[in-house]
């Protein structure tokens, strides 16, 4: 044998519902509130005094004749109680020990003080409600109740809440936005009364109906189409009682795959060397590559097949990431995922090339020979002050400058087969040159062996006498 016995307020609002193997020799009841019976065996519910009446007899004994006349007296004791969480905890109690009464023919209250006038104000074995104990008296409340007979629960049961998408089934980034690519199986829960039906409503189209345990979980599995749903629950109770619909849940389905993400690009800042959107550096570290896709979608990069994190797109669709690479080259694509779960296919490949590796020093230097003068065009001493050419051999493309000690004397792009020539203007004096490259990357090579240049004034040449045809001399110079 299984009971349910469930203790409902006056307003309906507040219900405690335990399964019990038995009735309960006493129970514990907020005043005002009605005590329903529920056997399990054949689904009927009725109040607590039909209840009694009706099984009066099934487990008479001995020990119920109890009065002084040796006739049977209450097997239940109804004591009232301001506090429905003790009320639940006495319930509670009874699930698992406790006194079970027997029910008996006779009157089925009996007040917890002993008193066993019949003084509970509406006592008839066919009440639906029950008011306290007489015990207290009527000023601790126990008469604080509505009375009066009938045959069963007119309470609506109250509305289900609690409407959940289960996260399992709530793709893309949030698992509690229900927002989801799925469109099968579903799974939706929430809370209603204990043993109701729950009906889940697609808007006013019906899902199908569950019963919910004696904990009032229920769980539904749905399919739904692509678009956005509101979904509502509404609970019917033993008793046939229908309760308003719940909140609705909104659902949104979504199976459409964003645009692939696009203009992915390396940071001007994190882009070192000549050039500052050439893709080529000499930064491994937190470069930022930034991108475009769908608003509020979520961005994995790839280097090659290697993930190397994510990033969401703002409002705007743009997004952006820092990632470490090592020295190579790298193809970096983008996949954005929609909120909804839906990947897009692959970006274009941003190829990046990382070059931390300095650039040799340049080769020998030299003064052009055209510009090496006097006795020698191959000794470095000239007299010669501007618009001196000066050669060397560098990385290809690498910028050169050269030096005059710790002056700069100017820039130049190395050629494609690394030769470099550059003009310059010196002081008579003493000069040693060197020169350092800087390869397309941003690294700077050593300095280049020192070339010593002499820079000497120049010199007036000795007159020249020559004699005519007259004889008379002629000087020159």
Do not use: C
Request: hydrophobic share 40%; no cysteine; net charge negative.
């Amino acid at each position: 044998m299984a009971i349910i016995v469930k203790i409902i307020s006056a307003d309906g609002k507040q219900i405690i519902s335990k399964v019990l193997p038995a009735l309960p020799s006493h129970i514990k009841v907020p005043p005002g509130a009605r005590v329903e019976v529920t056997d399990v065996a054949t689904d009927r519910t009725t109040s607590l005094g039909r209840y009694i009446n009706e099984h009066s007899g099934n487990d008479k004994k001995d020990k119920d004749k109890d009065g002084a006349d040796g006739e049977h007296h209450a097997a239940v004791t109804v004591e009232s109680v301001d506090d429905w969480a003790e009320a639940e905890a006495w319930l509670d109690s009874m699930q698992s020990a406790g006194e079970m009464g027997s029910t008996t023919s006779a009157d089925w209250y009996q007040p917890a003080s002993g008193d066993e006038r019949p003084d509970i104000m509406g006592y008839d074995k066919d009440t639906l409600l029950v008011g306290g104990l007489v015990g207290v008296g009527v000023a601790g409340g126990a008469a604080a109740f509505a009375g009066g007979g009938g045959s069963g629960d007119t309470v609506p049961p109250l509305a289900p809440s609690g409407l959940d998408l289960a996260a399992a089934d709530d793709h893309g980034a949030s698992s509690t936005d229900n927002i989801t690519n799925q469109t099968t199986g579903l799974t939706i829960t929430g809370n209603a009364e204990p043993g109701s039906k729950v009906e889940l409503f697609d808007g006013t189209e019906s899902l199908g109906t569950v019963t919910t345990g004696d904990d009032g979980v229920f769980t539904f599995e749905v399919d739904l189409a692509v678009g956005v749903h509101q979904i509502t629950a509404g609970a019917t109770d033993r008793a046939g009682n229908n309760s308003t619909l719940s909140t609705a849940l909104a659902i949104a389905i979504d199976e459409t795959a964003p645009a692939a993400a696009t203009n992915l690009n390396l940071a001007s800042a994190d882009d070192s060397g000549a050039s500052s959107n050439d893709d080529i550096t000499n930064v491994t570290q937190a470069l930022t590559i930034g991108g475009t896709a769908e608003a509020g979608a979520t961005v994995e990069l790839f280097d090659g097949e290697t993930s190397l994190g994510k990033a969401t797109a703002g409002t705007g669709g743009t997004f952006t990431l820092d990632v470490n690479l090592a020295g190579g080259v790298h193809e970096i694509t983008a996949v954005a995922t929609d909120v909804a779960g839906n990947a897009a296919p692959a970006s274009d490949a941003l190829t990046l090339t990382v070059d931390n590796t300095a650039p040799l020093a340049p080769s020998p230097l030299d003064l052009a020979a055209e510009d090496d003068n006097g006795a020698s065009n191959t000794d470095n001493i000239t007299s010669k002050t501007s618009n001196l050419t000066i050669s060397g051999t560098a990385e290809a493309g690498s910028s050169v400058q050269l030096f005059d000690g710790t002056t700069a004397l100017g820039t130049i792009t190395a050629g494609q087969d690394g030769s470099f020539f550059i003009d310059i203007n010196l002081a008579v004096g003493t000069h040693n040159i060197t020169a350092r490259a800087t390869d397309i990357a941003g690294n700077q090579g050593p300095a280049s062996t020192v070339l010593e240049l002499e820079i000497v004034a120049a010199t007036s040449a000795p007159p020249i006498a020559m004699l005519d045809e007259t004889g008379s001399t002629s000087t020159f110079g």
